[in-house]
C-alpha cells in the first residue's frame, strides 16, 4: 500500500491486493472496490510509501553446484536460491548438464533431485547439451514436453561441454523445429586453447592472462558463427554473457535483418574490467576469472553494453551466478590460470546493481524491471506468471526503496557461500527491503523469513519474446 508500482512500461502510484499466492488486483489508492480502501479491507497491510513495488527479479542464468573446473560451484540450491532471494530476486532459471555418454532425460532428473526440497524461490531449468546425438536430439522434444524449453550449447571448453559446428547446425535444427530457444556460449573454444597454451609457455601464469588469452576476436567471430547458423536452421538464438562490444554489433546487426537473435549480459561486464583485474594484487584477480572474461576499459565495452542496454538490444541482464571459493576452488589455479575455475558469484546483487545504473542515469526506471524482470520472463515462457504486478501473476512483488542504501561484500550484505566477493566494495543507492515469493513474505527489514522447499519448479512454454 502506499508505493510507486514500476512495470516495464510506467510507473504509477498503487495498491496491490494479494490473495494466497496470487496478484488479485491492482488498485488506484484509495479506491472504494473492495467495499472499503485496501488499508480497511485488507488482513495484513505492508507499508510501501515512498518505495517503488516491483516484480520480483527473473535470474535466467545461474549455475547452483554446478561441476565444472575439477569441483563444483559453491552455492547449494539452498544457498543460491536464498541469496539470490535476499536480493530481490524470486525466480532462478538454472542448468541441467549433460556430459557426453549421458542422456539429457537422465541429466535433468538429476538436476530435479538436487533442487527439489531445497529452494527459497521458484525455479525453472535449461538443459546444456554436451553430446549432441540422434539421441539427445529426441530427447530435446521430450523435455520441451516437461517445460525445459531452452538448451545451451557451448563453443568454448574444447574436452568439456564444447560442440563443433557440425553438432551446433543439427541441435540448431531441432531447435528450429521445435521453436526452443538455442542459448550459446559463444567464443572459439579451439583458437582460444592454443592462445592459452602460448600464455602459459610464456609464464603468463597470473589470472590476468585469462583475459587476455580470451581476445574480443574470438567473441565475435563465435557470435557471428552462431547467428549464421541460426539464420540457417531457423533456430531462435540467445547469446550468453555477452562482454564484446564487437561480438554486439554482430546481435545488433542480426537483429536489424529480423533475425530472432537475443544478447543477455551481466552486471561484472558492465561494471568490471580487465585493467582492474591487472591492477588485482597477488592471485586476487581470480575472482574476476569468468567466460567471456572481463573486457577492456580502455576499449569501452562497459559504456558500449550499458548503450545497447538502452537501445533494446540487449535484451536481458542475468547474473550467470557460478560462484567458486578461493580457498581449494579458484587456489587450483595458482600458477596456471587456466586451471582456475571460471565463473563469478552475484546472484544476490544484480537488482541492486542494475538499480544503481538508474541512480547514474544510464537506463530508466522502467528499464530496469524489463531488463531484470519483465522480458527475462518472457524471453523464457513465464510471462504473465512471472515479471509483472498484474492481476492473475504469482505474488512475487519487491519492495525496494530508492533512498535506502546497501553496501556489498563480506560481512555486510552478502548471502552467497563464498569466501570471498567479486563486488566488495560496491556501494549501492538503493535497497531491497521486502521480498514476496508467492504472496509469502520471505525477506523483511533485514530478517529472512523464507525456507528451502518453498520455491517450485516452473514449467515453462516456448519464449514469448519471438518476432
Ligand atoms: O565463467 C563462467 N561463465 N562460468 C559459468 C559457465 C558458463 O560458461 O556459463
Ligand atoms: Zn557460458
Ligand atoms: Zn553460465
Given at each position: 500500500h502506499g508505493g510507486t508500482v514500476v512495470s516495464a512500461t510506467g510507473s504509477q502510484l498503487l495498491d496491490v491486493l494479494i490473495e494466497d499466492e496470487t496478484i488479485v488486483a491492482v488498485l488506484q489508492p484509495g479506491s472504494t472496490a473492495l467495499g472499503a480502501d485496501l488499508a480497511a479491507a485488507a488482513d495484513t497491510v505492508i507499508d510501501a510509501t515512498a518505495k517503488y513495488v516491483i516484480p520480483g527479479g527473473v535470474d535466467g542464468h545461474t549455475h547452483m553446484q554446478l561441476p565444472f573446473g575439477g569441483t563444483e560451484a559453491s552455492d547449494t540450491f539452498e544457498t543460491g536460491t536464498r541469496a539470490a532471494a535476499w536480493g530481490g530476486t524470486t525466480t532462478i532459471v538454472d542448468f541441467a548438464v549433460q556430459k557426453p555418454g549421458q542422456r539429457v532425460q537422465d541429466t535433468l532428473a538429476q538436476w530435479h533431485d538436487k533442487a527439489t526440497g531445497q529452494c527459497a524461490i521458484d525455479y525453472g531449468f535449461h538443459q546444456i547439451i554436451g553430446d549432441v546425438n540422434d539421441e539427445s536430439l529426441k530427447g530435446m522434444s521430450e523435455l520441451v514436453g516437461e517445460g525445459v524449453t531452452s538448451f545451451k550449447l557451448f563453443m568454448a571448453y574444447p574436452g568439456v561441454f564444447y560442440s563443433d559446428d557440425g553438432q551446433i547446425l543439427r541441435a540448431m535444427q531441432s531447435a528450429g523445429e521445435l521453436g526452443a530457444l538455442m542459448m550459446m556460449h559463444a567464443e572459439n573454444g579451439i583458437a582460444i586453447d592454443v592462445l592459452v597454451e602460448q600464455a602459459l609457455a610464456r609464464g603468463d601464469t597470473s589470472p590476468y592472462f585469462h583475459g587476455t588469452s580470451r581476445p574480443w576476436q574470438m567473441e565475435e567471430e563465435a557470435t557471428h558463427r552462431a547467428i549464421m547458423l541460426a539464420q540457417l536452421t531457423g533456430a531462435p538464438l540467445y547469446v550468453v554473457h555477452v562482454s564484446a562490444k564487437q561480438a554486439m554489433q554482430q546481435i545488433v546487426t542480426a537483429r536489424d535483418n529480423g533475425q530472432n537473435v537475443f544478447a543477455e549480459t551481466c552486471p561484472q561486464y558492465l561494471y568490471l574490467s580487465l585493467e582492474e583485474q591487472l591492477g588485482?594484487?597477488?592471485?586476487?584477480?581470480a575472482k574476476w576469472v569468468c567466460s567471456t572474461p572481463l573486457r577492456s576499459r580502455a576499449e569501452g565495452h562497459q559504456d558500449e553494453l550499458w548503450r545497447f542496454i538502452r537501445t533494446g538490444d540487449v535484451t536481458a541482464v542475468s547474473t550467470d551466478h557460478c560462484p567458486f571459493c578461493m580457498k581449494d576452488q579458484k587456489e587450483l589455479g595458482v600458477g596456471d590460470f587456466s586451471k582456475i575455475p571460471n565463473g563469478i558469484g552475484g546472484v544476490e546483487h544484480r537488482m541492486d546493481l542494475l538499480f544503481q545504473g538508474v541512480k547514474d542515469g544510464r537506463i530508466s526506471l522502467e528499464r530496469w524491471v524489463e531488463v531484470c524482470c519483465t522480458t527475462p520472463a518472457r524471453m523464457f515462457g513465464m510471462y504473465p506468471r512471472k515479471g509483472v504486478i498484474s492481476p492473475g501473476a504469482d505474488a512475487d512483488v519487491v519492495i525496494y526503496d530508492p533512498n535506502g542504501h546497501t553496501s556489498i561484500g563480506l560481512g555486510k550484505t552478502h548471502h552467497m557461500n563464498m569466501d570471498h566477493s567479486a563486488w566488495e566494495g560496491f556501494e549501492i543507492d538503493g535497497h531491497v527491503d521486502t521480498v514476496l515469493s508467492r504472496g509469502r513474505v520471505i525477506v523483511d527489514d533485514g530478517a529472512y523469513h523464507g525456507r528451502a522447499g518453498h520455491g517450485r519448479f516452473i514449467r515453462r512454454g516456448l519464449s514469448q519474446n519471438l518476432v
Open positions: 588485482a594484487p597477488g592471485f586476487e584477480g
